[in-house]
């Protein structure tokens, strides 16, 4: 099992391979990897499309990589409101906490 969706090659050290379930992501990382210049291998193996990248490159992978993931990622609290009204309340807690650090003196 593997936290992220790269990891390196078993085999071969020298490459680092990123993982993709979905057809779609795996077609806009090969775009983005050719736009970039980066020389990859494709592999399909099950649901899963993997990409072998060398190591001299895995800096602008990783962040081609995580380019795509922010494309596609849904908000963390995806109600506005409730976003809002969070950050609205931490706003006012963190001021009360500063007032009454200040008026302790």
């Known amino acids: 099992m593997h936290w992220t969706n790269w990891y390196t090659h078993p ?3 020298r490459y680092r391979v990123f993982s993709f379930n979905t057809e779609l992501h795996a077609n806009e990382f ?5 736009s970039g210049g980066i020389s990859y291998e494709r592999h399909v193996e099950g649901d899963r499309y993997l990409f072998g990248v060398h190591r001299r490159d895995f800096k602008q992978a990783l962040r081609l990589n995580h380019l795509l993931h922010g494309r596609h990622r ?3 609290i ?3 409101g ?3 009204g969070l950050l609205l309340f931490t706003g006012a807690v963190l ?3 500063i007032l009454g650090f200040l008026t302790s003196k």
Request: charged share 30%; no cysteine.
């Open 30 to 34: 090969a775009a983005d990897l050719d």
């Open 74 to 76: 849904s908000n963390f």
């Open 11 to 13: 085999g071969d050290t």
């Open 95 to 97: 001021s009360l906490a």
């Open 82 to 84: 409730l976003r809002w």
């Open 78 to 80: 995806p109600d506005r």
